[in-house]
């Protein structure tokens, strides 16, 4: 039996994209082409806790399955008790795999010294204002060419003092500041800050 994925995620690591594929040929290897082995399918890959929504498993022929699914997509790492988790763009952690889950060619930036432990299971929301606050910060970074040279922020101030730093990978630390629209007195804006880092960015390169 062959599995087909509509729509794979670029970033999507081969191993983990053929792990998926044996869970859907494990329900479909003793089922016959018939609706019972489709629905069993789409509960196992929900199951799994990489999908928001398993939209449809459908026979192509008689030898090839077909899934149509909305991948979670993974938007920052996570540093935290000697461990690395993915989370995606509201918080939410992934879940977690012996092996790859993205391409080596793909690019996310560590948030680390965070308040709150990790959630004791995927899909979960993370605890904690420092992880919405890295995420809006993330949000604008991650539209830059630069963002690849950042490494990771670092959370350790921001429950005194709501501050966010950020280490590039050459390493240098920079101090950003408050979180976007949160700025205090006197604090340059986001935009402003954006628009320093872009100009150093043009003139002096990685």
Avoid: C
């Amino acid at each position: 039996i062959t599995i087909t994925f509509k729509h794979v995620p670029a970033w999507l690591d081969d191993s983990l994209l053929n792990e998926l594929r044996d869970v859907a040929r494990e329900h479909l290897a003793n089922e016959p082409i018939a609706r019972n082995g489709l629905i069993s399918v789409s509960t196992a890959l929900a199951q799994t806790g990489w999908f928001e929504e398993v939209n449809q498993v459908r026979w192509t022929s008689n030898s090839n399955a077909e899934i149509d699914g909305n991948f979670l997509i993974p938007y920052a790492k996570v540093e935290s008790g000697g461990r690395i988790f993915f989370v995606d763009g509201y918080g939410k952690r992934l879940p977690s795999r012996i092996g790859k889950t993205v391409k080596d060619s793909y690019h996310f930036i560590t948030l680390k010294q965070l308040n709150y432990p990790a959630p004791p299971r995927p899909g979960m929301q993370w605890d904690g204002d420092d992880v919405v606050a890295s995420l809006k910060l993330l949000q604008l970074f991650y539209d830059y060419d630069w963002a690849a040279q950042i490494d990771s922020l670092d959370l350790s101030r921001f429950g005194g003092s709501q501050v966010i730093l950020f280490t590039t990978k050459t390493p240098s630390q920079f101090v950003w500041g408050s979180p976007p629209n949160q700025e205090k007195a006197l604090e340059a804006l986001a935009i402003q800050k954006l628009e320093r880092l872009a100009k150093a960015h043009e003139s002096f390169g990685a």
